[in-house]
Each structure stands twice: as C-alpha cells, then as structure tokens.
C-alpha cells in the first residue's frame, strides 16, 4: 500500500507565499511523475503542476509565474511553493503520483493523498 501525506497547508492573506510538502511511504514503488491538483469549493479537481522523473515541470496557466514544483522523484517527494496567493487559489490541494504515462493528468495519477486546505484571505 502506497500513502502520500502532504502537508503545509494553512491560511495566508493575498499576496503571501505558502510551501506545501509531500511525501509517499508504504511498499516498495517507482514513480514516473508526481504533481499537485486542487479543488475549490463547487469546482471540479484541476492540474496545478506535475514534475517528472527527468526534472521535466508542467503548470496550470493560471498558476505559472506564481507557484514552483521541485522534488526527488527518486526519492518520493515533491514540493509545491506557493508566492503572490490570490483567493482564487484557495483549494484542497492534493498530492499525487503516477507509475505510467508522463502526461500531466488526474487520469495518468494512480495514488493520491487525503488534502491539505489553502485558504488565501482578500
């Protein structure tokens, strides 16, 4: 059984910066690619940004410029920093990861964690 646990969560006036932290545990695994989705209130989960196992980085439009993933796939965990927050990034942000395709997809992920809320106030 894999778990990813992520934390880092919290809340955060507009403008500021969070880092939010992921790590997997469980058996023995490898993983192509791991990435963070959200998911705001009435909204569906959305792609925030995926890193592979080559380093190779993808983000959400509306987050580039703004949030940086980095980690070690190797070594199963993954970071999501978080500058200039606007409310519109207040979500559940979950960690994943995925053992397949590098397509950066919720349906390329195949574990994922439980959640860590953001909340940025106006």
């Known amino acids: 059984q894999v778990q990813l646990v992520e934390s880092g969560g919290g809340l955060v006036q507009a403008g500021g910066s969070l880092r939010l932290s992921c790590a997997a545990s469980g058996r023995s695994f490898s993983f192509s690619a791991m990435g963070w989705f959200r998911q705001a209130p009435g909204k569906e989960r959305e792609l925030v940004g995926v890193i592979t196992w080559s380093g190779t980085t993808y983000y959400a439009d509306s987050v580039k410029g703004r949030f940086t993933i980095s980690g070690d796939i190797a070594k199963n965990t993954v970071y999501l920093q978080m500058n200039s927050l606007k409310p519109e990034d207040t979500a559940v942000y979950y960690c994943?990861?995925?053992?397949?395709?590098?397509?950066?997809?919720?349906?390329?992920?195949?574990?994922w964690g439980k959640g860590t809320l953001v909340t940025v106030s106006s």
């Open positions: 994943a990861a995925g053992r397949g395709s590098l397509v950066p997809a919720m349906k390329n992920m195949d574990y």
